[in-house]
């Protein structure tokens, strides 16, 4: 199985992306109201997440997806952080342990064509 992800622009120019009408979405449903810039509560959400998920490294992750809003910040932290990322400098993230993922490890036979 490979990892994919999946992203829905807007249908219409000039409308909202998905996930800018759900962000206000979930803003009216905690009672802030839905008429605040969803980039200003996405960063809000964005800064609680890298808190809770990255801990003293949070500053490092803000840092490195500055500029990225909504799925495509969350797709690039995720990538990464994850297991063949490149981290978010400081050697944070960074796996120089783990073996290439196109070589071999010899435990496989060689593909005959």
Known sequence: MRATA?????????????????????????????HQDAGALDDAQFA??????YGAQAEAVLQATQG???????LDAAL???????????GFGTRPERPDAG?????????RH
């Open 68 to 74: 990225l809003r909504g799925p495509q910040r969350m």
């Open 103 to 111: 070589q071999g490890d010899g435990r496989q036979p060689q593909r």
């Open 80 to 90: 990464r952080g994850g297991p063949y990322g490149e981290g978010f400098g400081d």
């Open 48 to 53: 609680d997440e890298a808190q809770r998920l």
């Open 6 to 34: 999946r992203r829905c622009l807007s249908v219409r120019p000039g409308q909202p992306e998905e996930w800018e009408t759900l962000t206000r979405l979930a803003a009216i449903a905690r009672g802030q109201g839905g």
